[in-house]
T-cell receptor
Framework: AQSVTQLDSHVSVSEGTPVLLRCNYS??????LFWYVQHPNKGLQLLLK??????LVKGINGFEAEFKKSETSFHLTKPSAHMSDAAEYFC????????????????FGQGTTLQVKP | DAMVIQNPRYQVTQFGKPVTLSCSQT?????MYWYQQKSSQAPKLLFH???????NEADTPDNFQSRRPNTSFCFLDIRSPGLGDAAMYLC????????????FGDGTRLSIL
């Protein structure tokens, strides 16, 4: 079974400093991995996705993540935090759903709250 | 812009009074999902439609139903809301395959009086 573990429930950084949000996954086959961000009272927005192409994935708003199979990790990074980055971040693996078609079911990590201090 | 739209953004209902939440999409995706998200938790999948095929999660209460009259619209019906059903309800769409991301609406926050 697929699973995702986000290693930090809360991360606090100063504006302008690097961001690192850690994620480990467990998968019996080559996974599809995503990072989503959720601002208060909003839906989830896709930051980036890994689908077995390049291991270093670039996303929106300066975020990137590196897929490391040997470490079963997919950590999210950003060189310089901005106040607007304060939000909840979810690391997600997509599992196959049995039954109709080849539908993806998202398996969510517990989420990491990113706080950005001025 | 193509998007997933949920109405209303905020819904208040009374204990036991049926309520319907709606979702529409302009992405022409064949899969539509409904999630329940409680405070400080990850979204929890309730069910999804692959085209017209309905797929219920095993632990989704019978109190929750869904309808998808056409590709663009999907509804979540809560037949007899209880206090524990107060949550954010998120609709998402995807184009089938598991390596495709899901696109989320901004959600409907449901309150129960």
């Amino acid at each position: 079974a697929q699973s995702v573990t986000q290693l930090d429930s809360h991360v606090s950084v100063s504006e302008g400093t690097p961001v690192l949000l850690r994620c480990n996954y467990s998968s019996s086959y080559s996974p599809s991995l995503f990072w989503y961000v959720q601002h208060p009272n909003k839906g989830l927005q896709l930051l980036l996705k890994y689908t077995s192409a390049a291991t270093l994935v670039k996303g929106i708003n300066g975020f990137e993540a590196e897929f490391k199979k040997s470490e079963t990790s997919f950590h999210l990074t950003k060189p310089s935090a901005h106040m607007s980055d304060a939000a909840e971040y979810f690391c997600v693996v997509s599992d196959l759903v049995g039954g109709s078609g080849n539908t993806g079911k998202l398996i969510f990590g517990q989420g990491t709250t990113l706080q950005v201090k001025p | 812009d193509a998007m997933v739209i949920q109405n209303p953004r905020y819904q208040v209902t009374q204990f036991g009074k049926p309520v319907t939440l709606s979702c529409s999409q302009t992405l022409n995706h064949n899969v539509m999902y409904w999630y329940q998200q409680k405070s400080s938790q990850a979204p929890k999948l309730l069910f999804h439609y692959y085209d017209k095929d309905f797929n219920n999660e095993a632990d989704t209460p019978d109190n929750f139903q869904s309808r998808r009259p056409n590709t663009s619209f999907c509804f979540l019906d809560i037949r007899s809301p209880g206090l524990g059903d107060a949550a954010m309800y998120l609709c998402a769409t995807s184009q089938g395959a598991s390596n495709q991301p899901q696109h989320f609406g901004d959600g409907t926050r449901l309150s129960i009086l």
